[in-house]
């Protein structure tokens, strides 16, 4: 089981609901003034030019994670598989004086190559990072505390075009079901022939599933969509429960406001 740990910790993390129905703090929140708050947050990261502000933000989203009942060393997890450890790789050039000019801080002798690295090029850098890792924390903590069709339902209330609603929440289903393929299929592999196969045979069953998993995807969408329609479902996303406003969250409201008032007087 260890083989299909990857796949299993996709699914895991893009479909699993079970943080959206703790009774934590954002939790309680009402889905349109939540997701209004994360947007004004997000804005604030990505106009603030201050390390330390965004180190501060970045703070806010582990404690707010923590107040809504996620484990730091699983939402931690969750934050940086992906896109913050590839926002690393992608700024590394920002460090050296070639690319950003400043005073030199560190030169590193590589015989005849020596690149130096600027102190302005570290703060670039560090800036990118953070507002990466700032801006990726706050994106995976909204969609951790809200189920999926609480979120289609505000994307329509905030004028989202349906088309586009409708393909997000027809994705949703068809990826999981798509992930379960994969899943089951590289178990079926593994079971059937084993890790000792010669690598010209691998490659043969490789092509083979990928095949197999392109038709297979192709009917499968199709199957979704058709399932979707017989039992009613119109683009229109239809929630049971009725979205309520109070006190907790009209502060959570001004707190957010606050932060981006606060980035554009000192920190923009």
């Not at 299909?4 to 079970?18: A, H, I, M």
């Not at 197999?212 to 995807?217: A, D, Q, V």
Request: glycine share 8%.
């Amino acid at each position: 089981m260890k083989d299909n740990g990857l796949l299993s910790f996709l699914k895991d993390s893009l479909f699993s609901e079970e943080c959206a129905l703790r009774g934590g703090l954002l939790q309680s929140l009402d889905p349109r003034i939540k997701v209004l708050g994360f947007a004004l947050i997000l804005v604030s990261a990505l106009l603030a030019r201050s390390i330390g502000f965004i180190f501060c933000l970045y703070l806010l989203s582990l404690c707010l994670a923590l107040f809504s009942g996620i484990k730091l060393g699983f939402f931690l997890k969750r934050t940086w598989v992906f896109i913050p450890l590839f926002s690393l790789i992608i700024g590394l050039p920002a460090l050296f004086s070639n690319f950003t000019p400043g005073e030199e801080l560190l030169r590193i002798n590589l015989g005849s190559f020596s690149p130096a690295i600027s102190v302005s090029g570290v703060l670039t850098f560090s800036l990118f990072v953070l507002r990466v890792a700032a801006t990726v924390s706050f994106a995976v903590l909204l969609s951790m505390t809200m189920r999926h069709f609480q979120l289609l339902k505000v994307l329509r209330i905030f004028g989202i075009p349906q088309v586009f609603v409708m393909v997000l929440g027809i994705c949703y289903r068809y990826l999981y079901l798509l992930v379960e393929i994969v899943e089951n299929t590289y178990l079926a592999v593994r079971s059937r022939v084993g890790a000792g196969l010669h690598y010209r045979a691998g490659q043969q069953v490789a092509g083979w599933n990928i095949a197999f998993l392109w038709m297979r995807s192709y009917r499968l969408s199709e199957n979704v969509y058709m399932a979707m329609l017989s039992r009613g479902y119109r683009g229109q996303v239809h929630v049971l429960e009725d979205f309520k406003t109070g006190l907790k969250d009209w502060l959570w409201l001004i707190f957010t406001a606050a932060l981006i008032i606060c980035t554009l007087r000192f920190f923009h």
